[in-house]
């Protein structure tokens, strides 16, 4: 099957993936917003903070290497695979180190209880992780969505089981653990027969792979802070019941770009990646990943703006009316961030990590500011700063980070951020690839 087949399968497997998973998590917390407490979800939003930061130095941009890299020996990937559970067990030790001191900084001393717990999942995690990578590298999106689907719909089974019987927090605990269960063990187990893995390790094996790596690492950890900065100083600020009204709200806008951005981009990165070589193809390439990104995110948000009293009734019921605003105000932020989502599958295609942690690197010193100053009067200042933030930004990563890894002039990067309104030239498009 040429790269073309197996993009285009993947493309359709990734869609319905992606559709199930982010339908299974509205369901879950549109359901459990009616069965627990608005203080659980800011719990829970801190918890996933902590969670998603450490996850970051689980990978050490190993991923990202291996979908760059063409060829790589059986011995390097048994490398790979010790160095980083091994890397894993470390981090998991830390985290029982530095609990107590959240806890302490939220005053919330259940906290020490149900970060360890979840950081279980690093551990989980890492058992699987690489197979799922060779997964994404050979194109093999159809095993990655039955195997994400089946635990997905578990999950969500078990969440709404456990918060029946008034397990709290801890519904949206478990059922989290048993989704990383089920999918780490089911990568392991099919992996494991294309790519079984040695008792072997080198660590020489691994340092072209850690060279790529790092910066990613780097990149995502400030990444990751510039997104989610606002819930680590809300939760401060303003305590566990205002966050939660607020991640709920962030939750709610985001997932459109979650749906929409990885069944463009998880099949964009190795197939880009594949046509590294070319760079007048790869930029033509990327230019209409990102148009139609805009393309399609521009539609949904108008959407989530216009009808965010009914979508707020809808999946959180009627006692999160307060967050209207919010929602509307994030939807324009989440729009304009999607639209950079796609240079993630261009760093992966040219190797180039060390542009993209400048770049973040720069945000990082922007954004923090806009945060605390609308910190000093309310979320919904928060919302607007970091909103300004993000569109200010969007030349000045042109000039930055993209006409650095391909000969994009600014108008041609303009130009592809403009939304087309012919749907039909865009369903040729995901056709063609």
Known sequence: ???????????????????????????KIS??????????????????FVMGFVDLFMDMGISIAILHKQKISKN??????????????????????ITPFIADFYDEEILRKLIPLTGASIIIVAIGRQFKT??????????????????????????????IKEFGILSLIYSLLLN??????????????????????????????LKIGIFQVGSQILNYFNRDLDILLIGKFFGAEVLGGYSLAKQLVYRPAQ????????????????????????????LKLINLVSSVNFVAYLLIFIFAPILVQLFYGNNYSEIVPLVRILSIYMYVRALGNPVGSLVVATGK????????????????????????????????????GM????????????????????????????????????RRYIQKK
């Open 134 to 163: 060779i997964l994404q590298k050979d194109l093999n999106f159809k095993r990655i969505a039955v195997i994400e689907i089946i635990s997905a719909v578990i999950s969500l089974v078990a969440a709404v089981v456990l918060a």
């Open 259 to 286: 749906i929409i951005n990885p069944i463009l981009t998880q099949v964009a990165s190795p197939a880009l990646a594949k046509i590294q070589s070319n760079l007048h193809v790869l930029k033509e390439n990327y």
């Open 180 to 209: 990383y269960i089920i999918v780490s063990f089911a990568y392991l187990i099919t992996g494991f027969k294309t790519h079984p893995i040695q008792f072997h390790f080198k660590f020489k094996e691994t340092k072209s792979f």
């Open 31 to 48: 359901i459990l917003a009616r069965l627990i407490d608005k203080s659980d979800f800011g719990l829970m939003a801190i918890i996933t």
């Open 1 to 27: 099957m040429s790269i073309k087949q197996k993009a285009i399968k993947g493309v359709k497997w990734t869609t319905l993936n992606t559709l199930i998973l982010t339908i299974c998590t509205l369901l």
């Open 76 to 97: 390097e990937y048994s490398s790979l695979y010790w160095i980083n559970f091994i890397f894993s067990i470390a981090v998991y030790l830390i985290i029982l180190v």
């Open 391 to 426: 569109i200010i930004l969007v030349v000045p990563s042109w000039y930055f980070l993209i006409q650095k890894m391909i000969p994009a002039s600014l108008s041609e990067f303009i130009f592809s951020l403009v939304p087309k309104s012919n749907y039909a030239e865009i």
């Open 353 to 388: 990590t060390h542009l993209e942690f400048y770049w973040n690197l720069f945000t990082l010193i922007i954004m923090p500011v806009l945060i605390f100053i609308g910190a000093q009067y309310s979320t919904t200042w928060i919302a607007i700063l970091i909103t300004l």
